[in-house]
């Protein structure tokens, strides 16, 4: 039996990316299916071929930005806050 990841705690860091890249995805897949029956120097194979090739580089720029942005998050949430203006309790009661 194969593992599966559990995805059930998977929160990508850009909602908008990853939905961005599952229908780029998408459009990825349908044009392999497509261009099976598409005679090999048609217009047709050369346009879904050009579809494909422009939907894979878009996923996988937005990939490359969201991993990133997951870097990023993850080195912020170990600093402290720069404006952390709190005020501890012994100088409210002064």
Known sequence: MVDKP???RYQ???NLAHGLVNKLSVIV?????LKDDALEDSKCRKGL???RSIAKGMADELLGHQCDLE??????RKKPPLNDKRVSTS????
């Open 49 to 51: 071929d050009a579809i």
């Open 71 to 76: 870097v990023i998050l993850r080195e912020a």
């Open 29 to 33: 897949g349908y044009c392999d299916l």
């Open 6 to 8: 559990d995805l059930g």
């Open 91 to 94: 100088k409210q009661s002064a």
């Open 12 to 14: 990508p860091s850009c």
